[in-house]
């Protein structure tokens, strides 16, 4: 860890963190999701760069040691696409590999689709390609109280919800959560927060030093443009109607991650229908897996990263 080297890159006008190790022409992006920042790639950023490789992960926009925005209310996924491709051309690196992990899994298809010149393959963690509207209508057939139509509600709930607690214990919350195979819903007169005890147990692959790196964080930012992007802004319009991903693309999961609990999201990664918006994707899933396979499992997940970026080397 004391290898990784931090510095900020001008991106549109916003200073943006990035976490850095390894050198060379051969780079790999890290995109993370929420309750995430850089942190979350620690080890595949190692194992990475022991491999020879550059390994760069950024705290997306009002994340992490990123300015936040002036308006993070504003803010769109359309956004971070244009901030990795500003991030690109301030290192003057005209193409890598990139990975990213649920949300940022999202803006890697995105980039991807948007800027396939600048992609050599792409590595996502939890969540399928979707096509526009895709999320919008798995979100019409689950409870109103799952956790993602109630984060997406206009301002006021969800920040009232984790108002209540120390941002460590939000923090903490989400992860128990999210570590948990079952979807997280919460009953009509309950929140999200509501779901978590305080008696529960972290996940025993995530130690209080891990918890406190991303509450140090998220102490600084606080959840404003976090609960926009991705949550408020899951249903904006694409450029792009019905695109495909030609891109060599793998996808990880871990068995027991509770997105494959979404109505038909399981059969649509393995019975094809994924494969016919990104017809090159190889699918792994790692058995015991939690949503955040790449924390829980880092030498498995590392291994195919590796083997992945070998073989389009």
Not at 141 to 153: A, H, N, Q
Not at 159 to 176: P, Q, S
Not at 189 to 218: C, G, Q, R
Not at 239 to 255: F, Q, R, V
Request: aromatic content about 12%; charged content about 25%.
């Amino acid at each position: 860890m004391d290898k990784i080297q931090h510095k900020y890159v001008d991106a549109r006008g916003l200073k943006l963190h990035i976490a850095e190790i390894g050198t060379g022409d051969k780079v790999v992006f890290f995109l993370h999701g929420f309750p995430e920042i850089w942190y979350s790639w620690r080890y595949q950023m190692i194992a990475a760069a022991n491999a020879g490789y550059r390994a760069i992960a950024p705290d997306v926009r009002g994340y992490g040691l990123s300015e936040i925005p002036q308006e993070p209310e504003k803010s769109t996924f359309l956004e971070l696409v244009h901030d990795l491709a500003a991030i690109f051309d301030s290192l003057a690196i005209s193409k890598a590999f990139v990975i990213g992990k649920d949300f940022g899994a999202l803006t890697a298809y995105r980039f991807a689709i948007l800027h396939p010149e600048k992609v050599i393959g792409l590595i996502t963690c939890g969540i399928p390609y979707m096509p526009p509207g895709g999320i919008d209508q798995l979100l019409s057939l689950v409870p109103e109280g799952f956790y993602i139509s109630r984060w997406k509600e206009p301002a006021g709930r969800a920040e009232a919800d984790f108002g209540r607690l120390e941002v460590k214990n939000v923090v903490r919350n989400i992860y128990v959560l999210f570590s948990k195979s079952e979807l997280p819903i919460a009953g009509e007169d309950k929140e999200i927060m509501d779901l978590v005890d305080e008696s529960h147990p972290l996940p025993s692959w995530f130690t209080e030093e891990n918890l406190s790196a991303y509450a140090a964080l998220y102490e600084k930012s606080g959840f404003r443009t976090a609960l926009q992007v991705p949550y408020r802004s899951l249903a904006e319009g694409f450029p792009i109607s019905n695109p495909i991903i030609k891109t060599p693309a793998l996808l990880i999961m871990g068995g027991k991650d509770y997105v494959l609990k979404l109505p038909g999201m399981e059969e649509y990664i393995t019975n094809g229908g994924v494969k016919e918006h990104v017809p090159d994707l190889d699918i792994k899933f790692l058995p015991e897996g939690s949503h955040f396979v790449q924390e829980q499992d880092p030498d498995e997940v590392n291994e195919l990263i590796i083997t992945f970026l070998k073989k389009y080397v």
